[in-house]
């Protein structure tokens, strides 16, 4: 156990996440800082990797005024993911907030027991509502539709999640959706020719190359293999495909496709990610994912997306920001990126529309905002009844 500050907050709020991601950062502290702001304390809870861990790996940095750190198992049974968190409760006990926020996730068997605890003592019970769901079913739907009620209110990622709620048991009042975003006001972009030759000294071989960009972790379920397939179709000898990111999968795509120059794997990055963003064409996002989508347009990017978590139905524009893929088929990402690698001039306005968005109505200033409202109204809300 780890924690950073000397006292804990009585009758605060308490975030409750399996693991706290770098993009998470920012996010969390501006909404530490505002609740402050309304003399409301923010508690953090959050599992730790093991060292050595690639792919989705968890900061460890103590990220607010009030962080620990618990120890998370996790076994696969079947098609499902379970988890338990271990020592939660004792934190939670110790703590006693006015309101706990978790993940909502059905497969998290200590969040059952957390949300029954709570509803016992008066404690009003959040859902950070990403609304995903990785494993479909009659099993899941008889779960989620005795979990997901147990909360009082869903913070929704994106449109879709405000659905996956309402159709598991929430009701339409239970529910408000904050657009997870980035802050954007860090991104600042840089002239493309600029950072292209930045990017070609560092890379030789993407001179005078388009360049399809994926950022992120390398699962299996982010279905790059897609991008291969689209790229072989397309018949290109002028483009590249730029993996950006580590993770489980990538040894399987090197070996699969060893034979291959039109690809190019850098491994993670994390500080400088943006002269990637910057110098590319288009950015890619076959398979699940999220947060790549917003700083992709907040770089002047134009995107090309699948489902992804949910929310590129609210940022992906068809003709406007980038194209959604319906089919979810090689031949159908192939003609997205033609009609855009074709036409440099629309990319780019594409690409300016999409930032337009990230930076005026989906704001990270109106994320945080709206997320802060919630909470605050929620922690008035126990007061009143404790």
Known sequence: ?????????????????????????????AIESRLAQRGVALTVLSALDAEGAVGRVATRELV?????????????VGGFQLRYQHGVHAHL?????????????????SEWS?????????????????GYEYNPGIVKRIALARFVPQFDFHLCYHSNARAYALQH??????????????????????????????????HPELRDRN??????????????????????????????????GSGPHLNTLKARYASRNDWLSTGAVVEGVGMYFDAADVLVLPGTGGLAINEAMAH?????????????????????????????????????LGRLLNDPEAARRLGRQGEALVRGELSFS?????????????????????
Not at 170 to 179: D, I, K
């Open 1 to 29: 156990m780890s924690v950073k500050g000397k006292t804990e907050p009585g009758r605060g709020v308490t975030f409750v996440f399996d693991r706290m991601m770098h993009y998470h950062i920012p996010t969390t502290r």
């Open 64 to 76: 607010v005024a009030r962080h620990h750190h618990f120890r998370l198992s996790e076994r696969r």
């Open 114 to 130: 957390i949300l029954r605890w709570a509803r016992r003592h008066g404690i009003r019970r959040v859902a950070w509502q990403c």
């Open 93 to 109: 006990r110790a703590i006693r907030p006015a309101v706990i926020i978790t993940t909502c996730h059905s497969g998290t068997l």
């Open 169 to 202: 048991g929430a009701r339409e009042e239970q529910t408000f959706v904050m657009h997870n975003t980035i802050d954007e006001t860090r991104v600042v972009p840089i002239d493309r020719e600029a950072a292209r030759a930045l990017l070609v000294q560092r």
């Open 211 to 244: 360049i399809v960009l994926y950022v992120g972790a390398v699962l299996e379920e982010k279905r790059l293999e897609l991008v291969f397939e689209a790229l072989a179709g397309l018949g290109r000898k002028d483009t590249v495909f730029v993996l950006v």
């Open 366 to 386: 109106r994320f945080v905002d709206g997320v802060v409202g919630v909470l605050a109204h929620q922690h008035e809300l126990a007061l009143q009844h404790s």
């Open 300 to 336: 002047r990017l134009p995107v090309v997306s699948g489902y992804a978590d949910g929310s590129a139905d609210d940022l992906v524009r068809d003709g406007v920001t980038g194209y959604r893929l319906r089919a979810g088929s090689a031949s159908e990402l192939a003609d997205r």
